[in-house]
């Protein structure tokens, strides 16, 4: 793998879902799972619109009313249990990532995951993916008062880290998450299929693939 692209960062950030894993559709599958116990239905328009942010905004969407803070954490838990359920046995590895992941941290660059997942199924992807030795920081966005596209989970993780955001990168595979990484200041990469597109052309960088990327940051070297 090419290094020098990363050599001005101290770290690099990685989103989870979608980037690190394919899980979206196993909570696509948990919310459409639960949210049929309300009487709710689901489009792909309204999954698709909330990729990669928390659910207290896609509750109200899907209620068509803003939902109290109780009944917003009842629902959620409940989608977090149906996730407990579906992940083991749904969630895959997004070819060539943790393995990028590794290399990064080989020529020592520290890692952090920033997801919008509960804890409890970061920490269980990170072990999945056996790269628990290379992972300094795990912010959940469930922890906090605000998920992406806020800035607030990368703000977070950037205080854990102790760095400025000059001094790290995020990888990214949704729009939501690829504005709460700029609005933090940091600078954006993404990757995953549908990253070449133009909702995308702001980043620093493009790539459908991780198995492309040695090629795309070879082009970044080039051209510096």
């Known amino acids: 793998m090419e290094s020098g692209y990363f050599s001005r960062f101290e770290a690099v950030i990685f989103d989870l879902d979608?980037?690190?894993?394919?899980?979206?559709?196993?909570w696509d599958?948990?919310?459409?799972?639960?949210l049929a116990q309300y009487g709710q239905s689901i489009t792909v328009a309204q999954l698709w619109a909330y990729l990669g942010r928390g659910l207290s905004d896609f509750l109200d969407e899907v209620f068509g009313k803003p939902l109290s803070g109780e009944t917003k954490r009842e629902i959620a838990n409940k989608i977090g249990a149906a996730a407990d359920n579906l992940l083991p046995?749904?969630?895959t590895p997004v070819d060539g990532a943790?393995?990028?992941?590794r290399d990064l941290h080989s020529i020592g660059l520290?890692?952090?995951?920033?997801?919008s997942s509960p804890r409890r199924h970061i920490e269980s992807a990170v072990k999945d993916l056996q790269i628990q030795d290379q992972v300094d920081v795990i912010t959940s966005g469930a922890d906090?008062?605000?998920?992406k596209p806020d800035p607030l989970p990368y703000l977070r993780t950037l205080e854990h880290l102790g760095i400025s955001a000059a001094m790290a990168c995020a990888i990214e595979?949704?729009?939501s998450g690829v504005a709460s990484a700029m609005s933090a200041g940091l600078t954006v990469l993404a990757v995953g299929p549908g990253c070449s597109g133009p909702e995308f052309q702001r980043c620093a960088l493009q790539s459908e693939s991780f198995l492309d990327l040695n090629g795309v940051v070879a082009e970044f070297i080039e051209d510096a």
Do not use: Q, Y
């Not at 943790?98 to 992941?101: E, G, I, K, R, T």
């Not at 520290?110 to 997801?115: D, K």
């Open 18 to 26: 979608g980037t690190l894993v394919h899980s979206e559709h196993v």
């Open 29 to 34: 599958a948990a919310k459409t799972e639960v």
């Open 89 to 91: 046995k749904m969630r």
């Open 98 to 101: 943790a393995d990028f992941l």
């Open 110 to 115: 520290r890692i952090a995951i920033c997801s």
């Open 144 to 147: 906090l008062p605000r998920g």
């Open 173 to 175: 595979d949704s729009p």
